[in-house]
């Protein structure tokens, strides 16, 4: 890649904040509750990339968000 533009690498698939919150927090055992303050709302509500740049230049995501969280624990935890 040969730009100075950031270029964004994701699968393309939307998915909320509360459900990456709660993936996240199965992915690392969190046995806690998750408190969402909806009177204070900013930032927006779910996430989705356009991951049209990179998939112009062949690449295409290899591995699930589930997946590419366990790995990324697994990882810290035998790295940390």
């Known amino acids: 890649y040969d730009d100075s533009?950031?270029?964004?690498?994701?699968?393309?698939h939307e998915v909320s904040i509360k459900d990456?919150?709660?993936k996240i927090s199965n992915a690392?055992?969190?046995?806690?509750?998750?408190?969402?303050?909806?009177s204070k709302p900013d930032g927006?509500?779910?996430k989705v990339l356009?991951?049209?740049k990179i998939a112009n230049?062949?690449?295409?995501?290899?591995?699930?968000l589930d997946q590419g969280i366990a790995s990324t624990v697994e990882w810290y935890l035998q790295n940390k």
């Not at 533009?5 to 393309?12: A, D």
């Not at 230049?57 to 699930?64: A, C, E, F, R, V």
């Open 28 to 38: 690392v055992g969190f046995k806690g509750e998750i408190i969402w303050d909806s």
């Open 44 to 46: 927006t509500m779910r």
């Open 5 to 12: 533009k950031q270029i964004n690498i994701g699968s393309g």
């Open 57 to 64: 230049l062949g690449w295409k995501p290899l591995i699930s």
């Open 20 to 22: 990456l919150a709660s």
């Open 50 to 52: 356009d991951s049209s």
